[in-house]
């Protein structure tokens, strides 16, 4: 009877391995005394234990994301530059998310993890909107943060004159699917 009710409780919940779909997109946005910026990337790779009841997403074990910074363009070379050399893309060569906790039901939960920025840890909390088609789990969501949290000593340009705000915006939108 125990191995019954055992096996009656796998098939009804079950931990799904889980992998970051192509071109996830992710996106830091920010400003400065001259103009508004943004970075994008498209390239990132990540996974995770889903769980997964029925054919219905009910949360995670386990999740982690990570990018290389140099993957972050804005369209400006200069930019760029300027960007890589904050985050000290030579030493520091991946951002990171690894999630430690997903609470909420429906579209709606808060994530709570690590980002690893520059070579900094620090604790997240944010808002993630989960969706789901077929067998494929979506997440979008947003986080706000400073530079000078992860030990970012704002770029500035053309001697000092442009200087670049320290409140930064993470977006995301990325999708997971089942690794088979």
Request: hydrophobic share 35%; no cysteine; charged share 25%.
């Amino acid at each position: 009877m125990v191995i019954i009710l055992i096996s009656v409780q796998w098939s009804v919940e079950a931990q799904v391995k889980y992998i970051l779909a192509p071109s996830p997109e992710l996106k830091v946005e920010g400003g400065s005394s001259l103009h508004d910026w943004d970075m994008t990337s498209n390239a990132a790779k990540g996974e995770g234990q889903f769980i997964i009841e029925g054919n219905q997403f009910k949360g995670i074990r386990s999740l982690q994301v990570s990018m290389e910074a140099e993957s972050l363009k804005s369209g400006t070379k200069g930019l760029d530059a300027n960007a890589y050399k904050a985050l000290d893309t030579k030493k520091n060569k991946e951002v990171k998310f690894t999630l430690k906790e997903l609470t909420g039901s429906g579209n709606s939960y808060q994530a709570k993890g690590d980002f690893t920025i520059a070579g900094v840890t620090k604790p997240a909390s944010f808002p993630v909107k989960v969706t789901q088609n077929g067998n494929r789990v979506t997440f979008e969501g947003s986080y706000n943060t400073k530079l000078t949290d992860y030990s970012i000593d704002p770029p500035t340009a053309l001697l000092g004159t442009v200087k670049t705000r320290d409140e930064i915006t993470i977006k995301f939108k990325t999708t997971f699917q089942p690794n088979n």
